[in-house]
T-cell receptor, first 113, second 112 residues
Framework: EPEVTQTPSHQVTQMGQEVILRCVPI?????FYWYRQILGQKVEFLVSFYNNEISEKSEIFDDQFSVERPDGSNFTLKIRSTKLEDSAMYFCASSIQPPYGYTFGSGTRLTVV | GQQLNQSPQSMFIQEGEDVSMNCTSSSIFNTWLWYKQDPGEGPVLLIA?????ELTSNGRLTAQFGITRKDSFLNISASIPSDVGIYFCAGQPPSNTGKLIFGQGTTLQVKP
């Protein structure tokens, strides 16, 4: 079964540092997403990406966040200057065409200290 | 913004019992998805509903897309210990960007 792969599984970073979370979506999928889940809370939408541009972003996705598809297989989320409240699980997802084939990765646990 | 209200927040049941949970909203959705999440893992899709009124089953799971497009329910019949986890509903609003709005989750515990 095709999978969305995320690395690393756990990242610890100092407040103010930049982090890059990496994702390899399913190969024939065209739509890519990032979500986050603060411990014990619901999953929250951050951004959707299609045709090499952001198609929608949430209020959470401020100027500290950016996404990139640097090559044909990777999809990254960058947080420029991390804050304590950025600590959360970050999930990447991809779909063929929403909502079909919508698949989530296992997540990256980001801990900002 | 659009919100989903999912209930109940948690359930503690005996093995073999049936379970029902639901999500409601004041907004309409084009698609309803039901996910299960185990600790430290990503959401795993259980059932997808694409049309208002649709009733779909996946083994012991049954879900329906409400006719008003503002609600959905998930039933689990004859629960087993491995059903333990957090169940989320997610709705796709009528935009085609693929954004999903998630409910707050229902934590299910099953006593053998």
């Amino acid at each position: 079964e095709p999978e969305v792969t995320q690395t690393p599984s756990h990242q610890v970073t100092q407040m103010g540092q930049e982090v890059i979370l990496r994702c390899v979506p399913i190969s024939n999928h065209l739509y890519f997403y990032w979500y986050r889940q603060i411990l014990g809370q619901k999953v929250e939408f951050l951004v959707s990406f299609y045709n090499n541009e952001i198609s929608e972003k949430s209020e959470i996705f401020d100027d500290q966040f950016s996404v990139e598809r640097p090559d044909g297989s990777n999809f990254t989320l960058k947080i420029r200057s991390t804050k304590l409240e950025d600590s959360a699980m970050y999930f990447c997802a991809s779909s063929i065409q929403p909502p079909y084939g919508y698949t989530f990765g296992s997540g990256t646990r980001l801990t900002v200290v | 913004g659009q919100q989903l209200n999912q209930s109940p927040q948690s359930m503690f049941i005996q093995e073999g019992e049936d379970v029902s949970m639901n999500c409601t909203s004041s907004s309409i959705f084009n698609t309803w998805l039901w996910y299960k999440q185990d600790p430290g893992e990503g959401p795993v899709l259980l059932i997808a509903l694409y049309k208002a009124g649709e009733l779909t089953s996946n083994g012991r799971l049954t879900a329906q897309f409400g006719i008003t497009r503002k609600d959905s329910f998930l039933n689990i019949s004859a629960s087993i210990p491995s059903d333990v986890g957090i169940y989320f509903c997610a709705g796709q609003p009528p935009s085609n960007t693929g954004k999903l709005i998630f409910g707050q989750g229902t934590t299910l515990q099953v006593k053998p």
